[in-house]
């Protein structure tokens, strides 16, 4: 990786709760990568899921990142106001043939998966099976004539055959070999989104001049759709450090689903933001 260039983060929340420990741990690690060594740090909001973001909660997340004494630079990015973007990144794959529309509905794709006798499995469990995929141009365009609703899927044999092979850093481990195809064909677009997260992250991280992706450890797996979707765009390739997620007293990870305890709470109970930052390992 070029050391000349300056170090650049971003912290990317999705608006659909409030922030939590978890999320204070991601943004002061993204933060404390830039800052230490003078570099900048932004903030991304993830709002393109209309069905469950708010933009309530996209307020207080801003919020809380100033109570926490966090700076950034630039003003806060909104993905929504960047849906022209994706677009142009889905014609750029389409030009490449890389992507089909998949007509499958998630109660099919279940049905199908269960029908077959060793469904390959990846990272987030059964592979979607390539059901439309096979499927012909004149079916395809029948099928949208007909008005079905459709997702738009990347084929992923296709694309690693097109970009060749490929690899990325991650600073804690090094150098990775790109291996997207575990994660089989991919959604990058949905009847009602435009984009999906694994194509606007790079497309967002690209357009800000991310140089340096922290998230956590979670996400190391998505890492290598992430690399494979910048080569066929052209975009920018940052380096990654896939941190741990904090987890509570009986080593479950600080998520909403669990409840984990929001700064908005801890805000309400009379802590302060030193004694918040200390509470998951950033005294200073």
Not at 115 to 120: E, F, L, M, S, V
Not at 121 to 129: I, K, S, T
Not at 259 to 269: G, V, W
Request: glycine residues 8%; charged residues 25%.
């Amino acid at each position: 990786m070029p050391t000349s260039r300056p170090v650049v983060t971003r912290f990317a929340p999705s608006p659909t709760g409030y922030m939590h420990l978890g999320h204070a741990y991601a943004a002061l690690f993204a933060w404390r990568a830039a800052r230490t060594v003078g570099g900048r740090f932004q903030i991304r909001i993830e709002d393109i899921d209309k069905g469950r973001c708010r933009p309530a909660f996209a307020d207080a997340i801003v919020e809380d990142l100033d109570w926490l004494g966090l700076d950034w630079d630039g003003p806060v990015m909104r993905q929504s106001d960047n849906l022209a973007d994706y677009g142009r990144a889905i014609e750029r794959l389409e030009a490449l043939d890389v992507l089909y529309p998949c007509f499958c509905t998630r109660s099919e794709i279940r049905a199908e998966i269960a029908r077959a006798d060793a469904a390959p499995h990846g990272p987030d469990g059964a592979l979607y099976p390539g059901t439309c995929r096979v499927l012909s141009r004149d079916q395809r365009r029948a099928r949208i004539a007909l008005g079905r609703p459709f997702a738009l899927r990347l084929n992923m044999d296709k694309a690693m055959a097109l970009a060749g092979p490929l690899d990325w850093h991650d600073r804690a481990l090094g150098r990775q070999p790109c291996d997207p195809a575990g994660a089989g064909d991919v959604v990058v677009a949905r009847k009602d989104t435009p984009t999906s997260y694994h194509l606007a992250v790079c497309v967002d991280d690209h357009r800000q001049g991310v140089t340096l992706v922290t998230r956590g450890e979670d996400l190391f797996q998505a890492t290598h759709i992430h690399r494979l979707i910048q080569a066929l765009l052209g975009l920018d390739v940052p380096a990654w450090h896939h941190h741990p997620l904090i987890t509570d007293s009986t080593g479950a990870r600080l998520a909403k689903r669990n409840r984990a305890m929001t700064l908005r709470a801890l805000r309400q109970a009379g802590k302060y933001p030193a004694q918040v930052r200390a509470m998951i390992g950033f005294e200073s």
